[in-house]
């Protein structure tokens, strides 16, 4: 086993990006950004009906399942989004888990409102969701938690359906751009060891 410490010098970290910290350890938002690019992270719209029966959603990175027992899903939502106030006003919402093909939907739900539901859209459970995903989840939100810029929104799983587009694999999003699985790490791996030098 070989340990090693990762140390900044000069302000730049081992990665060279340039970063800063502040003497709690902070650092900047931007090389939290950058860092944080790092993960591959699933592609979903959250979207809900308001009180008037009017749709919203939009495209998250921060979807996590969070129990089993009983079934639970979150994810954050920016204070300053479209989204925030009527997530977390209504009592329900849907998650379409996106398909590799689906890039152009996540950019959509990423873009103006009055734009969002202009592509396929089925309902589960009374609630706008996006046609040909990976899979849908109908929830019932259990919680709010404030954290910092974001609220969390916990929901508990009324139905769960695997798309058609399930076996496709996810839509991911990576260093600021959306990706698909490429196949199992081990087939990397083993092609990678019989590379000739």
Do not use: N
Not at 81 to 96: I, K, M, Q
Not at 133 to 147: D, F, H, I, P, S
């Amino acid at each position: 086993m070989t340990v090693r410490t990762v140390k900044k010098a000069d302000g730049v970290d081992a990665e060279g990006a340039a970063g800063t910290a502040d003497g709690a350890g902070a650092v900047s938002a931007q090389v939290f950004r950058d860092v944080m690019a790092c993960l591959a992270m699933p592609v979903a719209v959250v979207s809900t009906v308001d009180a008037a029966g009017r749709w919203h959603g939009a495209t998250l990175g921060s979807v996590v399942s969070l129990s089993l027992d009983p079934p639970l899903v979150m994810f954050a939502l920016g204070h300053g989004t479209g989204v925030h106030r009527p997530v977390c006003d209504s009592r329900r919402f849907c998650v379409s888990i996106l398909a590799a093909e689906q890039r152009e939907t996540a950019e959509r739900f990423a873009g103006p409102a009055a734009d969002r539901f202009a592509g396929d859209v089925v309902l589960l459970d009374g609630l706008p969701a996006v046609g040909a995903a990976a899979g849908w989840l109908a929830c019932t939100r259990t919680e709010l938690v404030e954290a910092g810029d974001h609220t969390i929104v916990i929901g508990r799983i009324d139905d769960a359906l695997r798309g058609p587009q399930g076996a496709g694999g996810p839509l991911l999003y990576h260093q600021r751009r959306y990706h698909r699985l490429g196949g199992p790490a081990e087939l990397y791996q083993t092609a990678y060891a019989r590379r000739p030098a």
